[in-house]
Structure formats: C-alpha cells, structure tokens
C-alpha cells in the first residue's frame, strides 16, 4: 500500500512520510527488508532523494540507514 501512495502523491507531507514508515517496517521488520527490495518500494524511495522539499530528501535518506 505505502509503495502506491509514493508512486502516485505529489504532497510533499505524504512523501515525507511514506518514506519514514517504510523506514521503520524495515527496522522493526528486518526479514522484510529483501521483500521490500524485491517489490521495488527501495529504488521509489531512492528516487525520493532529488525531490525539491528537504524534508521528503530527509525522510528518504534516512528511510534504510
């Protein structure tokens, strides 16, 4: 679900926060970290990285520290 709320939104308060519960679901999740590669929600949230608000640049860099 969250991987199509970051492929389709363009609020920026949604695509800051989208990331960061991607971010916490793979912390707190660990064994679903390669399914979350797998389906592509990675590479989305990377792309996430040259977005023009600093605080979806943010939530996305620090989505899979």
Known sequence: ?????IATSKC???LAVAPHDVGQYVKHATACKKIVQEIGVK???MELMTHE???VRYQALIAFQ
């Open 1 to 5: 679900m969250l991987w199509q709320i």
């Open 43 to 45: 590479s989305q949230v």
């Open 12 to 14: 920026p308060v949604v």
């Open 53 to 55: 608000s600093p605080d």
